[in-house]
T-cell receptor, first 114, second 112 residues
Framework: DAGVTQSPTHLIKTRGQQVTLRCSPKSGHDTVSWYQQALGQGPQFIFQYYEEEERQRGNFPDRFSGHQFPNYSSELNVNALLLGDSALYLC?????????????FGPGTRLTVL | QKEVEQDPGPLSVPEGAIVSLNCTYSNSAFQYFMWYRQYSRKGPELLMYTYSSGNKEDGRFTAQVDKSSKYISLFIRDSQPSDSATYLCASTGGAAGNKLTFGGGTRVLVKP
C-alpha cells in the first residue's frame, strides 16, 4: 500500500517566481492538507482540500493557492516567491477515520528560494 | 503565545533510558492529541494519538493527556539509538476538517 507521495523532492527557485508542488494521498483517503515547516519549527497549516474544494485555510496569504483533482491528488501553488517561503512543504492525507481525522504525512518537498 | 508549546531540546539520554517528552496547550477545544516522529529531512510519522484525557500504550511508547492541566506527555521506554529524532506533538478539535496545530518539536538524541 503506497503511502502519501510528493513531488518533486527538492526545488530551487528565485524570488518572484512561481512554484507548483504535487501530492498523491494514501489509498482510500479523500482529504489532503498542506503544511509549511520552516527549519527548526513545527509544521504550520496552510489549507485543506476535500471534494475538490478548499475546506479550511490557515493564516497564509493569497499567494498560496491549491487545487484538488477528482482522483483526490492535490497541488500547492505559490506565486511571487519570497525568501521566507523557503521551507519543507508537507502534504498529509486523511479520511478513513472521520472521528479523529488522523493525518498521515508524505516525505515533503524542500523548497529553496534564492 | 503559541497554542501548543514544546521544549525544543535537545534532549540527550543514554541507550536504554526512559525518554520523557512534554507539551502544553492553551486551546480548550482540543480533543485529540498526536505524537509524530520526524527524522532529519523526512516527513512526520504518526506514532500515537489519544482522545481526551487518559493514557495509551503501544509497545515501548506511552502517551498521556491531562486535560485539566492542558498537559501532554510521551514516554519512550528502553530507548534505542534509532529513536534519535525530533518528536512533534499536535492537537486538533477532532471534527472532520480540523487542522493540526503543532508544537515546535523536541530533538532527542539517544547515545549508544
Amino acid at each position: 500500500d503506497a503511502g502519501v507521495t510528493q513531488s518533486p523532492t527538492h526545488l530551487i527557485k528565485t524570488r518572484g517566481q512561481q512554484v507548483t508542488l504535487r501530492c498523491s494521498p494514501k489509498s482510500g483517503h479523500d482529504t489532503v492538507s498542506w503544511y509549511q515547516q520552516a527549519l527548526g519549527q513545527g509544521p504550520q497549516f496552510i489549507f485543506q482540500y476535500y471534494e475538490e474544494e478548499e475546506r479550511q485555510r490557515g493564516n497564509f496569504p493569497d499567494r498560496f493557492s491549491g487545487h484538488q483533482f477528482p482522483n483526490y491528488s492535490s497541488e500547492l501553488n505559490v506565486n511571487a516567491l519570497l525568501l521566507g517561503d523557503s521551507a519543507l512543504y508537507l502534504c498529509a492525507s486523511s479520511g478513513v477515520d472521520r472521528a479523529t481525522d488522523t493525518q498521515y504525512f508524505g516525505p515533503g518537498t524542500r523548497l529553496t528560494v534564492l | 503565545q503559541k497554542e501548543v508549546e514544546q521544549d525544543p531540546g535537545p534532549l540527550s539520554v543514554p541507550e536504554g533510558a526512559i525518554v520523557s517528552l512534554n507539551c502544553t496547550y492553551s486551546n480548550s477545544a482540543f480533543q485529540y492529541f498526536m505524537w509524530y516522529r520526524q527524522y532529519s529531512r523526512k516527513g512526520p510519522e504518526l506514532l500515537m494519538y489519544t482522545y481526551s484525557s487518559g493514557n495509551k500504550e503501544d509497545g515501548r511508547f506511552t502517551a498521556q493527556v491531562d486535560k485539566s492541566s492542558k498537559y501532554i506527555s510521551l514516554f519512550i521506554r528502553d530507548s534505542q539509538p534509532s529513536d534519535s529524532a525530533t518528536y512533534l506533538c499536535a492537537s486538533t478539535g477532532g471534527a472532520a476538517g480540523n487542522k493540526l496545530t503543532f508544537g515546535g518539536g523536541t530533538r532527542v538524541l539517544v547515545k549508544p
